[in-house]
């Protein structure tokens, strides 16, 4: 499923950054959860085009690997990077078939990687591969669509984005159906995996010290466009992220 819709994106994909809930939300939110990574060296799965592979290398990562499983997302990264070469790293592969690393990294990150399994064990398996590819202590970032997110709430739209039922139900939960409202819009169907799907296929891996995070706003959107302007981000949140500790 995942593959063929985001090959399809392809380089759409970096335009998502540009809408308001990316910009001033979720890139600032996730970039302060993950913190200072001098020295350190990075895993990001489900990578994409490689944007926080990117930015990442350029906040002082000593070695950064972006995995995703759509050739064409590869594709977009690499050719970024020839672009402007930062040295990272890109490769094709599927998360529940890792290949082994000749050296563990100290963090890793999951952006919107869980809600493509198509079941629990599935789920599971990324969560042990991942374990398995990290130092002991190392730490693990997850950015997810809100297990709480209230379809019959307030929208994401005015922020740039919809999300909405499909009518499918998977083992880990609902499907979903979110569209990046870009000229022209970009859909892509994931899954919405319940909160302890996520909490017990961690822990059975052997993550510990799990804590959920919300987004928050940064000053910057809070300037921009005034506070009401986010009450219905702050009441019916789109999405939520999660660390842990291998």
């Known amino acids: 499923m995942s593959m063929q819709q985001y090959d399809e994106i392809g380089e759409a994909y970096e335009g998502f950054k540009a809408l308001p809930l990316e910009q001033y939300a979720v890139v600032p939110g ?14 990001d799965l489900a990578s994409g085009t490689g944007f926080y592979s990117r930015e990442f290398k350029r906040r002082g990562a000593t070695e950064v690997l972006g995995i995703d499983i759509s050739g064409e997302m590869v ?5 970024l990077e020839e672009r402007e070469p930062l040295g ?3 490769e094709v592969g599927d998360v529940s078939e890792l290949r082994p690393f000749e050296k563990r990294f100290d963090i890793a990150l999951a952006v919107q990687l869980l809600n493509y399994a198509p079941d629990i064990a599935t789920t599971e398996l990324m969560c042990r591969a991942v374990h398995r590819s990290l130092e002991p202590g190392g730490e693990l ?15 994401p739209e005015k922020y740039g984005f919809l999300s909405v039922l499909t009518g499918e139900e998977v083992e880990t939960g609902p499907q979903v159906r979110t569209t990046a409202l870009l000229d022209p819009p970009v ?6 995996p ?3 799907v996520y909490e017990d296929c961690l822990r059975a891996a052997g993550f510990t010290d799990l804590a959920w995070v919300p987004i928050p706003v940064s000053e910057a959107g809070v300037r921009k466009f005034g506070t009401e302007f986010w009450s219905d981000f702050h009441t019916n949140p789109p999405l939520e ?6």
Not at 141 to 155: A, E, K, M, Y
Not at 241 to 246: D, E, H, I, N, Q
């Open 30 to 43: 996730f970039l302060a959860l993950v913190g200072d990574v001098t020295g350190k060296s990075i895993l």
């Open 88 to 90: 990272v790293r890109y």
């Open 241 to 246: 992220m999660l660390r842990c500790r291998a």
């Open 194 to 196: 319940r909160r302890e």
């Open 187 to 192: 859909s892509f169907v994931a899954n919405r």
């Open 141 to 155: 970032f997850l950015l997810n669509q809100s297990p709480d997110f209230s379809f019959d709430g307030p929208t």
């Open 75 to 79: 594709s977009v990264a690499q050719a």
